[in-house]
């Protein structure tokens, strides 16, 4: 009889469900998708040094922290466009005006964010705004604390942005914690920001948003374990089976 040589073949594993994906973050809706493509679009002109991104990020920046269309000098300006193309082609139900708000706080905090940095790019995918804060904490410790130590006006202030009552409060609140990204270089992803404010404005959707922004922040802090670290997009730093998003991936109410 003829034989093949081989020993009966083992059945593979099957992959643990506890193991994160890829990317476990959630997909950006139009909000993040328009602010995503104005400021990527800027950011790459800007480091370049062209002219007219430079004149732009220059009008931009003083609308950071006011509303959409407030500031007639930035009509056309502020991601508003792209807002308008992302809209025509997606059959969502999207609240236009939340959007607007969302898109613009987004893209001029961004260009007071990007603000004479020309080495690096201040919007980063990777990071989130918990995440962010988080790293700035790291960064502004005193030589005397533990590497984990928390910075409290820094949480303070991420706090603030949470128990805010109004966009305008958020604006307000999100353009102090910018500048201090700002001043160490530490990166944020303007895209995600966009949706979540979005998402913020419908009032049944915002105990979820503060939840994510209090979630990055605490899945960014150094594992005791391992000493690594996480952006606060995902689980890596705590637990593998945790996302920083909500599990409802749905664009929000539409309340």
Same mark, same amino acid.
């Given at each position: 009889?003829?034989?093949?040589?081989?020993?009966?073949?083992?059945?593979?594993?099957?992959?643990?469900?506890?193991?994160?994906? &890829? @990317? +476990?973050?959630?997909?950006?809706?139009?909000?993040?998708?328009?602010?995503?493509?104005?400021?990527?679009?800027?950011?790459?002109?800007?480091?370049? @040094?062209? &002219?007219?991104?430079?004149? @732009?990020?220059?009008?931009?920046?003083?609308?950071?922290? $006011?509303?959409? *269309?407030?500031?007639?000098?930035?009509?056309?300006?502020?991601?508003?466009?792209?807002?308008?193309?992302?809209?025509?082609?997606?059959?969502? *139900?999207?609240?236009?005006?939340?959007?607007?708000?969302?898109?613009?706080?987004?893209?001029?905090?961004?260009?007071? *964010?990007?603000?004479?940095?020309?080495?690096?790019?201040? *919007?980063? &995918? $990777?990071?989130?705004? =918990?995440?962010?804060?988080?790293?700035?904490?790291? $960064? $502004?410790?005193?030589?005397?604390?533990?590497?984990?130590?928390?910075?409290?006006?820094?949480?303070?202030?991420?706090?603030?942005?949470?128990?805010?009552?109004?966009?305008?409060?958020?604006?307000?609140?999100? +353009?102090?914690?910018?500048?201090?990204?700002?001043?160490?270089?530490?990166?944020?992803?303007?895209?995600?920001?966009?949706?979540?404010?979005?998402?913020?404005?419908?009032?049944?959707?915002?105990?979820?948003?503060?939840?994510?922004?209090? +979630?990055?922040?605490?899945?960014?802090?150094?594992?005791?374990?391992?000493?690594?670290?996480?952006? =606060?997009?995902? =689980?890596?730093?705590?637990?593998?089976?945790?996302?920083?998003?909500?599990? @409802?991936?749905?664009? =929000?109410?539409?309340?």
């Amino acid at each position: 009889m003829t034989t093949t040589g081989q020993g009966p073949q083992r059945a593979q594993p099957a992959a643990s469900s506890s193991l994160p994906s &890829p @990317d +476990r973050r959630r997909p950006p809706g139009p909000a993040g998708l328009a602010a995503g493509r104005c400021i990527s679009q800027l950011q790459r002109r800007y480091r370049q @040094d062209n &002219p007219a991104a430079v004149a @732009d990020l220059a009008r931009l920046r003083r609308g950071a922290g $006011k509303m959409a *269309h407030e500031v007639q000098d930035h009509w056309g300006l502020g991601g508003l466009e792209e807002l308008a193309e992302v809209l025509a082609d997606t059959e969502r *139900h999207v609240r236009r005006e939340h959007a607007e708000e969302a898109v613009y706080l987004a893209v001029t905090l961004w260009a007071l *964010h990007q603000q004479s940095v020309r080495d690096s790019d201040m *919007h980063n &995918p $990777k990071s989130s705004l =918990g995440g962010a804060v988080r790293t700035l904490m790291r $960064k $502004k410790r005193s030589e005397n604390r533990s590497e984990d130590e928390p910075n409290e006006p820094l949480r303070t202030r991420l706090v603030r942005v949470g128990t805010a009552e109004s966009i305008e409060s958020v604006a307000v609140r999100l +353009r102090e914690i910018v500048l201090l990204l700002r001043g160490e270089q530490v990166p944020l992803d303007y895209g995600r920001l966009a949706d979540q404010l979005y998402r913020w404005q419908s009032r049944p959707d915002r105990a979820a948003v503060r939840r994510e922004w209090g +979630r990055e922040f605490h899945l960014a802090a150094p594992n005791r374990k391992t000493g690594q670290r996480s952006d =606060g997009n995902d =689980g890596d730093a705590i637990d593998h089976t945790l996302s920083a998003d909500e599990e @409802d991936n749905s664009y =929000g109410s539409g309340e």
